[in-house]
């Protein structure tokens, strides 16, 4: 998240510091609006033209804060539109760059807001005009990246305008498109931004946050909000936004579409072009039939059989799931083997399996939790809990099977069963294929109890999982090598 812009409006306007600029030729400086880490805003008066403006002036920088001053005085000086922000200087004082830019006096989209719902028409109209300004910008070869209320000045007549190009991504630079690195601000940031593909940001995430403004123009409050950074970026990876009419009843329901559409996680799912939007909210103002729609039930299904959560950082872990799934399969193979070689039934069941246990540690150190055996963050403990749970489970199950006097071989049935609960319960949280697959366990169980008390049980129940985690693994290790440098 940029600290390196100076927004000027977000702050309370007061006395001239000491510690600030003699002056800039043309200008007679007012008052300072704003002050960063890096940088300053004033109100200034041009005196060639007597006119008052917003001097924005980078006092201390680096390289990369000096060249992302250059991208917006560049990127705001070829745009030309009435909802985007005029510059009308570019120049520099003294090592200084600055540059002056039209004043806006009735602060930002933000304090008009100020977290209650706006009406239904003065919403999509607001958003429109900004739908089309952004529309200019892309067609310019330009991405914003930090779409928000914050960034949306109120002109003397109410006219809405972008502003605050700092993290703009352009065609002709690349500074800011390394993988990893998230620009932006949480809560409007498109998914594809809040996981660091910066090489992938294009329009469709300004169309995202077109659709994050509507959504807090309506409802007061952002879609995605939390009380710390993380958590808001895991919000918007993986919550779906409440419909608006869940916080405000008076919003209208097109409008509630528009809004859900600009928000689907896939670029692809959302309005192909801020153009698309406008015409949209168009529609809608003119009393026509609105293009978005509610999603059907059977869309709902496939968004979720298709969802992925924390694929990042499971994709180095494609070739670890491949070997655990080839140590389980080689365990109850063994079993099986040592059944039909007429072998004790209790040391066929437990031999492979205590060896099963002490190359499982062995996987967790090298593949798993930070080479770890404890969970160090949330998709770890999640992971521990269910699996842990699945293993703790299976030993009671045993356990009561065998106060109830049934012997090793009938547990197969029970445990396909509770395999996949444990297969279901995955789906909700890492990949929503994962239902598909604790379906096909929980089918298989009755399957699974013609098999009781033969040697053949052990070795079919290690071939669905054997097969499960090959499959599970190798999608991971295709998806890494499709992804190259973005594992985390």
Not at 326 to 349: E, H, K, N, R, Y
């Amino acid at each position: 998240m940029s600290d390196t812009t100076l927004p000027y409006e977000h702050f309370e306007r007061g006395p001239m510091p000491r510690e600030t600029i003699d002056g800039i030729p043309g200008y007679e400086i007012l008052e300072e609006l704003g002050r960063g880490g890096m940088g300053v805003v004033y109100r200034a008066r041009q005196l060639s033209l007597n006119r008052i403006v917003a001097l924005k002036m980078l006092i201390r920088h680096g390289a990369t804060e000096l060249d992302r001053f250059r991208v917006e005085a560049e990127a705001i000086g070829r745009l030309q539109h009435s909802n985007i922000i005029h510059v009308f200087e570019i120049g520099e004082v003294d090592g200084s760059p600055f540059f002056t830019l039209e004043y806006c006096p009735n602060g930002n989209l933000s304090r008009k807001i100020g977290r209650r719902p706006m009406g239904n028409r003065e919403a999509a109209e607001l958003i429109r005009e900004l739908a089309e300004a952004m529309e200019i910008v892309h067609q310019s070869g330009i991405i914003h990246r930090d779409l928000k209320p914050a960034n949306v000045l109120m002109s003397s007549d109410g006219t809405p305008k972008v502003t605050d190009f700092g993290i703009a991504k352009t065609n002709q630079d690349s500074t800011h498109t390394q993988t990893g690195i998230i620009l932006g601000t949480p809560s409007y940031m498109a998914p594809e931004q809040a996981e660091g593909m910066n090489k992938d940001v294009g329009p469709a995430a300004d169309v995202y946050s077109l659709g994050a403004i509507l959504y807090e123009c309506l409802t007061g409050r952002p879609p995605f909000v939390a009380g710390t950074t993380l958590e808001t970026i895991r919000q918007v990876l993986e919550q779906e936004p409440l419909p608006p009419r869940l916080l405000n009843h008076a919003a209208d329901q097109d409008l509630e579409k528009i809004t859900l559409k600009c928000l689907q996680k896939r670029p692809s799912e959302r309005y192909s072009s801020a153009s698309e939007l406008a015409a949209d909210l168009k529609r809608y103002l003119d009393g026509e039939p609105i293009t978005a729609r509610s999603v059907n039930l059977f869309e709902r299904l496939h968004r979720e059989l298709h969802r992925n959560q924390h694929e990042a950082k499971l994709r180095p872990w494609g070739a670890g799931i491949m070997w655990l799934g080839a140590i389980i399969f080689a365990a109850q193979t063994a079993t099986s083997i040592l059944l039909m070689a007429g072998v004790f039934q209790p040391v066929a069941f437990w031999g492979p399996r205590i060896i099963l246990f002490v190359l499982i540690g062995f996987w967790l150190r090298r593949y798993g939790f930070g080479n770890g055996l404890l969970p160090s963050n949330p998709l770890e403990r999640m992971l521990w809990a269910t699996w842990i749970g699945y293993l703790l489970a299976f030993a009671a199950m045993f356990l009561v099977m065998e106060a109830m006097g049934h012997g090793h071989l009938e547990i197969y049935g029970p445990a396909m069963v509770l395999s996949g609960m444990a297969w279901f319960t995955m789906g909700g949280c890492v990949w929503g294929g994962c239902y598909v697959i604790g379906l096909l366990f929980l089918v298989a169980s009755p399957g699974m109890t013609w098999l009781n008390e033969t040697a053949w049980g052990p070795g079919v129940f290690g071939a669905a999982w054997g097969a499960t985690l090959l499959a599970l693994g190798a999608r991971y290790m295709i998806r890494s090598r499709s992804h190259p440098g973005e594992d985390s």
